[in-house]
């Protein structure tokens, strides 16, 4: 994707402060992505990736094809196992003034990948025991088909979970990351034996630092900037560094509150 564009001039801002309070760590994602599909590959597993439909799985495509066309990867199914996320291909395909892809390229990346839409399909990616990759919505694991998936996989000490996005709380992504030990599925309990990593890096939510850099370019200071999408303590950090860095009046408002402007 390309950089997101910086205002200039704004009475009024909304801001997201999801990560309002911390920086993304400098990692190699790509190196990350490979090392655990062929640790995962060599224990006989498979690779389950709780993902967002729309951008999250596409740059997941994008990542594992960029590894398999350097052969860092095993030649095992990749699959994409979310309706809306197959859908979205068709977005990215009919808009490619949005994004850095040629048509060549976005034919040639979706090519690797087995996309699942059918029901059945999916029911006979979830109870295939060969090793593969599943990248399949939803990417909090509230709910969506990566259920299924984990239905079947969570207990085997062989699958990996990798987060690829935010877990926000409440969350059977964000209690797996915290290290719960069973997991509620479809009414029952199940052991969390498999293991759960997370790629901190690939969110695609700005870190403290992209979003005060986002405000770097206003020409008259606003009235007001308004700090959602982001939990308290994230979204007060943030209010504090805006603050110091441009001393423009923020405001994280709470559920309920009606404000006049």
């Known amino acids: 994707m390309f950089p997101p564009q910086k205002p200039q001039k704004a009475d009024y801002i909304f801001l997201e402060s999801t990560y309002g309070n911390r920086l993304h760590p400098q990692t190699n994602s790509l190196f990350e992505l490979e090392t655990i599909i062929n640790n995962t590959f060599n224990k006989g597993g498979t690779v389950v990736i709780p993902s967002f439909a729309v951008e999250r799985v596409q740059t ?74 599943v990248i399949a919505a939803s990417g909090m694991i509230t709910g969506g088909r990566v259920l299924s998936y984990l239905e079947h996989l969570i207990d085997k000490p062989e699958t990996t979970v990798t987060l690829v996005g935010y877990q926000a709380e409440g969350t059977r992504g964000r209690k797996l990351l915290e290290g719960a030990t069973e997991i509620k599925i479809y009414g029952k309990y199940y052991p969390v034996l498999a293991n759960i990593l997370l790629i901190e890096s690939l969110s695609a939510h700005g870190d403290q630092n992209d979003l005060l850099n986002w405000l770097s370019e206003l020409v008259v200071k606003p009235k007001k900037v308004f700090l959602v999408h982001g939990e308290n303590e994230a979204a007060d950090e943030l209010r504090l560094k805006i603050k110091e860095c441009y001393d423009f009046d923020s405001q994280a408002p709470f559920l309920g509150q009606i404000i006049e402007i």
């Open 60 to 133: 997941m495509m994008y990542l594992i094809w960029q590894l398999k066309k350097e052969d860092r990867i095993p030649n095992i199914p990749y699959i994409i196992d979310t309706p809306m996320g197959i859908s979205v291909l068709d977005v990215f395909k009919d808009n490619r003034m949005w994004h850095k892809l040629s048509m060549k390229e976005c034919d040639e990346m979706c090519k690797i990948f087995t996309l699942i839409s059918d029901f059945q399909d999916s029911m006979n990616a979830v109870y295939d025991k060969r090793p593969k990759v």
